[in-house]
C-alpha cells in the first residue's frame, strides 16, 4: 500500500511540474492586439515595442501559444524545409480603406519545422 501511494505521488508530481504556464508578458494588452486585425486601429504599432523589449520570452512558443496569445496572423508565408512565417500587421493595409498602405510594417514570427518560434523580425516588405 505504501508503495502504490509513493508511486501516484510521484506520478503527480510529474505530471504537475510537466504542465506549462499560459503565455504572458507583463504591460502588453493581447486582447486590443487580436481585435487590431491588419493593422487597421493602429493599436499593434503602440505595442510593438513591448513585444520587441520583450521577444526572449516569445522565443520558443508553440504556434498554437502563439496565436492563442496573439491571434490568427493576417498573414502566413510558407517556407522551406517546413518553416512557416506568422505575420502580423502593425499599420493599416490597403484592406482597411484608404488610409490603408500598400507596405505597412509588419511583424515576422519564424516558426521552425517542430512548430516552434525561432526569430522575431520587423520588415516593410
Known amino acids: 500500500m505504501l508503495r502504490q501511494l509513493i508511486y501516484l505521488t510521484l506520478c503527480m508530481a510529474m505530471i504537475i511540474s510537466s504542465c506549462q504556464s499560459e503565455p504572458h508578458i507583463d504591460t502588453f494588452d493581447s486582447i486590443s492586439w487580436k481585435n487590431d486585425t491588419n493593422g487597421c486601429q493602429g493599436g499593434r504599432l503602440n505595442q510593438i515595442g513591448t513585444i520587441m523589449e520583450e521577444q526572449q520570452q516569445l522565443l520558443g512558443w508553440s504556434e498554437s501559444k502563439i496565436t492563442a496569445y496573439l491571434g490568427e496572423p493576417d498573414y502566413l508565408e510558407i517556407f522551406v524545409r517546413s518553416q512557416k512565417f506568422l505575420i502580423y500587421y502593425l499599420e493599416p493595409t490597403q484592406e482597411c480603406g484608404q488610409d ?7 511583424l515576422y514570427i519564424r516558426m521552425d519545422a517542430l512548430g516552434d518560434s525561432k526569430e522575431l523580425s520587423l520588415k516593410n516588405k
Open 100 to 106: 490603408g498602405k500598400l507596405d505597412p510594417l509588419r
